[in-house]
């Protein structure tokens, strides 16, 4: 188990744990991000921050802090 | 505004159309289906106070029947984290009668995208409203591998599903069949809500639910659906928190919300993960029933352009390059017109000159009233063409990748990548460059990119800055490869991307609100081909927003500088030079008035004039000085200009006026202060408010002050005067 933010380019992961202790958690929830939920991480910005990411057949961008609260498998 | 827009005629005996609600998700393409639905028969104006565009149309049926379309804004949950959000929230839960009392709810989808998108048609269809799912895209869903069993889908949703493609019109006959269909025969029984919730839950969100019943006529489904949210979202809560009613009752809602959230802690459930997992368990099941996935083995087109459009090193030398490219275009484009619209002002002016008795009426409608039109109208050129290409590259889906590429830069100042695109395009003018921060959607962000726009150096303070460089710093190579004139520009726009930091940071503690933290959650849509009509209509909005609302106040601020700059008049029997009339004029008077606050900074009453005149726009200032010295060409490269300014020499003295340090300082002046009235008008009209743009011009104008005083004061300090 590790942090979303700590994926690489290329890697699957499940979602396994989501505090749901602020907001923006709640936010990327109703953008689809539950625990269960299947991810991959596509890049990293230039400047290492925001990342991007492939979840339910989209393409989806966030901050590094944001991926930080989320506990991920890797497969 | 309504009193601009074009009626639209109801054909008579008929009953008043029906009012059909059209929502979905952004980057569904809802917007082609509202124009192929309603053709041209379009209303555009705003919600009342807010500057959210509001759109409704015309729709045809069978039999001659009408209905009305109200296209709204785009948005991804009813839980309203934006303005957006939450005018289109209020709209369908029978809040807001702006547009009517909606009966019908159309929800766009792209098919290709359709897990995350049933979120808000499971939403939607709880509300119990009649609801019709827009499938669109059914093309890329199949080419991207995803197969639709469309019937079971509406079998599973309990409405009807139209499978559409948007861009070829396919499927908008069988919609508006289904819409008028459903107008015409209301279903009876509406699904009794989507969600199943299970005894405790249902227990726990009771009295949330039944508070509800006393503060609206939502039905049942629809007041556990909103009580979920509320129980599950703060911004929700917060929402009801802000409705009039006794104290007590309040109290009551703060504490059954509570009581709700305690309660399901104690059994280990999160609450503000309960309405989007309970929501997602149900999608996920119905996704799996009706759709089959077979996501090809090659990436597709949009993947393949985003690893060179958003590359490590090829992204950001890409986005400098195209806006490069973009500005340089729209300066070249906008050059010829710009010309031809002063020409046509300055011949209106005379013809008008001509046919009407001296006076000052005369005076008032070719120097004040034909000369603020122009002064309206220049502007339109630079509006239309920027947005020209900012609207392309927004429907292209290339606006994200830029937000996405710089959005870490931007994070340092509190803001997020949105902003870029506002701020950059202020370097060529502030006025789009404002009334482009409409896509960011945190209404603080936004402000503060309003507020700091206009510290980047516009295409309007060139003319300034050449006219001193040209007059006062000496062409001398610096570092053997650049030059000081080259240098000193340089530093001038550098100083104002700096105030723009420094004025971003401050503003960022000052609108601190402790529980909107900037974030950055934002879809990468693929790259699809950009509507034409949807880049025009933007154009022709942007153009239309500004004649109308930002023109009057500018028009009447011009003829405010008008009548300073020429009453009250002399005798037209002295033989005045221009010069004694304008030192004369009101304006001549206030400028020798703010002479002792403006001289420490270097400036004499003649430059005070040209900062009184100057706040039309800034290059003004050039013009009101070829006034002064009596110089034919009134232009910032004329050498007769430059050299007058040079040899001004104090007449008591005996010592030259202006030195390179004054020039300095004037720069710095015009670097940081707020020259221009088109910019606060544009600033009332985006904010809604005269707050926001006397702040503006206060904060800059004070900054521009205390710069120009301490560049001057330690110039002559360090005896470079």
Do not use: C, H, W
């Given at each position: 188990m590790c942090s979303l933010d700590s994926l690489l380019p290329g890697d699957k992961a499940v979602i396994s744990s989501i505090s749901g202790k602020t907001n923006e958690e709640a936010h990327l929830m109703e953008m689809g991000l539950l625990v269960g939920t299947q991810v991959e991480f596509i890049k990293t910005a230039p400047l290492g921050d925001p990342i991007e990411l492939r979840v339910r057949g989209y393409h989806l961008s966030i901050r590094r802090s944001e991926a930080h609260a989320i506990l991920v498998d890797k497969i | 505004m309504?009193?601009?827009?074009?009626?639209?005629?109801?054909?008579?005996?008929?009953?008043?159309?029906?009012?059909?609600?059209?929502?979905?998700?952004?980057?569904?393409?809802?917007?082609?289906?509202?124009?192929?639905?309603?053709?041209?028969?379009?209303?555009?104006?705003?919600?009342?106070?807010?500057?959210?565009e509001r759109k409704s149309g015309i729709m045809d049926g069978p039999e001659g029947a009408v209905a009305t379309l109200h296209d709204l804004p785009g948005l991804y949950s009813l839980n309203p984290k934006s303005l957006d959000e939450k005018i289109a929230r209020d709209v369908l839960l029978g809040e807001s009668h702006e547009d009517g009392n909606i009966k019908l709810v159309v929800v766009v989808v792209d098919a290709a995208n359709l897990s995350r998108n049933l979120y808000l048609v499971s939403q939607v269809i709880d509300l119990d409203i009649s609801v019709i799912v827009a499938l669109n895209m059914m093309d890329s869903a199949e080419n991207a591998g995803v197969h639709i069993d469309v019937q079971a889908l509406s079998k599973r949703l309990s409405v009807p599903v139209v499978p559409i493609v948007a861009t070829r019109e396919t499927g908008i006959?069988?919609?508006?069949?289904?819409?008028?269909?459903?107008?015409?025969?209301?279903?009876?029984?509406l699904p009794d809500g989507i969600l199943s919730l299970d005894d405790t839950i249902s227990t726990s969100i009771a009295p949330v639910s039944d508070w509800l019943i006393e503060h609206t006529e939502l039905s049942s489904s629809a007041r556990i659906a909103e009580a979920l949210r509320i129980i599950s979202s703060d911004i929700s809560a917060d929402v009801w928190r802000q409705i009039d009613g006794p104290p007590d009752c309040l109290a009551h809602f703060n504490e059954f919300v509570a009581d709700a959230r305690a309660q399901l802690e104690e059994r280990d459930i999160s609450w503000r993960m309960l309405e989007a997992t309970l929501r997602y368990r149900q999608i996920d099941e119905i996704y799996a029933d009706t759709v089959r996935e077979v996501r090809p083995e090659i990436d597709s087109i949009s993947v393949r352009l985003d690893m060179v459009l958003t590359h490590r090193f090829a992204g950001p030398i890409i986005v400098v390059v195209l806006f490069a490219l973009i500005f340089q275009t729209v300066f070249s484009w906008a050059e010829w017109p710009m010309d031809l619209i002063e020409s046509a002002v300055a011949s209106a002016g005379a013809a008008a000159a001509t046919q009407m008795p001296e006076g000052m009426i005369r005076n008032l409608t070719v120097d004040g009233i034909i000369a603020g039109v122009g002064a309206v109208l220049v502007f339109l050129p630079q509006i239309l063409f920027l947005f020209f290409f900012l609207a392309l590259l927004e429907d292209t889906g290339y606006m994200a990748r830029v937000a996405f590429l710089m959005d870490r830069l931007m994070k340092s100042l509190g803001l997020s990548g949105r902003s870029v695109i506002p701020l950059l395009s202020s370097f060529a003018c502030a006025i789009p460059g404002i009334m482009a921060t409409r896509t960011i959607s945190s209404a603080r962000d936004r402000l503060i990119t309003i507020m700091i726009a206009p510290l980047m150096s516009c295409s309007a303070r060139l003319p300034v800055y050449v006219l001193m460089i040209g007059a006062f710093v000496p062409n001398e190579p610096v570092l053997v490869i650049f030059s000081l004139p080259g240098v000193t520009l340089l530093t001038m726009y550098l100083l104002g991307i700096c105030a723009a930091i420094a004025a971003a940071l401050v503003f960022k503690r000052v609108l601190k609100q402790s529980d909107t933290p900037t974030s950055f959650i934002m879809e990468l849509p693929p790259y699809r081909r950009p509507s034409i009509r949807w880049v025009l209509m933007q154009m022709y909005e942007r153009a239309r927003i500004f004649i109308t609302d930002a023109g009057q106040i500018i028009l009447a601020i011009s003829i405010v500088l008008w009548f300073l700059a020429s009453y009250p008049q002399a005798d037209s029997t002295d033989n005045l030079t221009p010069r004694e009339r304008i030192s004369e004029s009101y304006a001549g008077q206030l400028g020798h008035a703010i002479e002792p606050a403006i001289k420490p900074l270097g400036f004499d009453w003649k430059l005070g004039i040209g900062l009184i005149t100057s706040f039309a726009a800034r290059?003004?200032?050039?013009?009101?000085?070829?006034?002064?010295?009596?110089?034919?060409?009134?232009?910032?490269?004329?050498?007769?200009?430059?050299?007058?300014?040079?040899?001004?020499?104090?007449?008591?003295?005996?010592?030259?006026?202006?030195?390179?340090?004054?020039?300095?300082?004037?720069?710095?002046f015009f670097v940081l202060a707020c020259q221009c009235m088109a910019t606060v008008a544009i600033v009332k009209r985006e904010t809604n408010s005269w707050l926001w743009p006397t702040i503006m011009v206060s904060y800059m104008t004070g900054l521009a002050y205390l710069a120009s005083l301490i560049v001057y004061q330690t110039g002559i300090g360090l005896g470079l005067g």
């Open positions: - | 309504s009193k601009t827009a074009p009626t639209i005629d109801i054909p008579p005996n008929q009953l008043a159309p029906a009012d059909v609600a059209l929502i979905g998700n952004p980057n569904t393409g809802k917007t082609s289906i509202f124009n192929a639905l309603t053709g041209l028969r379009q209303k555009i104006g705003n919600y009342p106070g807010v500057t959210v006959d069988l919609l508006r069949k289904e819409i008028f269909a459903a107008i015409k025969n209301p279903s009876p029984e290059e003004v200032l050039v013009s009101t000085m070829a006034t002064i010295y009596n110089v034919e060409e009134a232009s910032e490269t004329s050498v007769d200009l430059r050299t007058a300014l040079r040899n001004e020499t104090d007449p008591v003295t005996g010592e030259r006026v202006y030195t390179p340090l004054v020039a300095v300082s004037l720069m710095v």
